[in-house]
């Protein structure tokens, strides 16, 4: 890891744990400013732990990316948790009639930045 993206990620980080220090439900109730301020900061921790020994350039940046936009449009939506994606079981168009393994294939491919962690971890 260069020391132009480890500066990065430990800003990335910095940035989240301050995110969760300000974060507000959009609830406005107290308790759900608690329990997503706690979601916010667990889930840096296990992501940071999990990609803290990744030496692989592309993948960084491809961590990075996804940390990016899950900031953003957390903040946007003012939901920390990643928004879902919604697509019906045969709903790729086919690869010249393959069956459900090319559909399979086809979502992976077609899931978001944001998602790339998320089943992973969940």
Same mark, same amino acid.
């Given at each position: ?15 989240i744990?301050?995110? !969760? &220090? ?9 308790? *759900? $400013?608690?329990?997503? +301020? =706690?979601y /916010?900061?667990s889930? !840096? &921790?296990t ?8 030496t *692989? $350039?592309?993948?960084? +940046? =491809?961590? /990075? ?58």
């Open positions: 890891m260069t020391t132009a993206t480890r500066q990065e990620v430990l800003g990335l980080y910095r940035k744990f301050r995110l !969760a &220090r300000k974060w507000q439900a959009a609830s406005g109730q107290r308790e *759900d $400013t608690i329990k997503e +301020k =706690q /916010i900061l889930e !840096a &921790r992501l940071f732990q999990k990609n803290k020994n990744l *692989d $350039t592309d993948l960084i +940046k =491809q961590c /990075i990316d996804e940390c990016t936009a899950r900031i953003e449009i957390g903040l946007h939506y003012q939901i920390p948790y990643p928004r879902p994606i919604h697509l019906p079981p045969m709903g790729l168009a086919p690869l010249r009639g393959r069956g459900l393994k090319s559909q399979e294939k086809l979502r992976k491919l077609s899931k978001p930045v944001y998602l790339k962690s998320h089943d992973e971890v969940s």
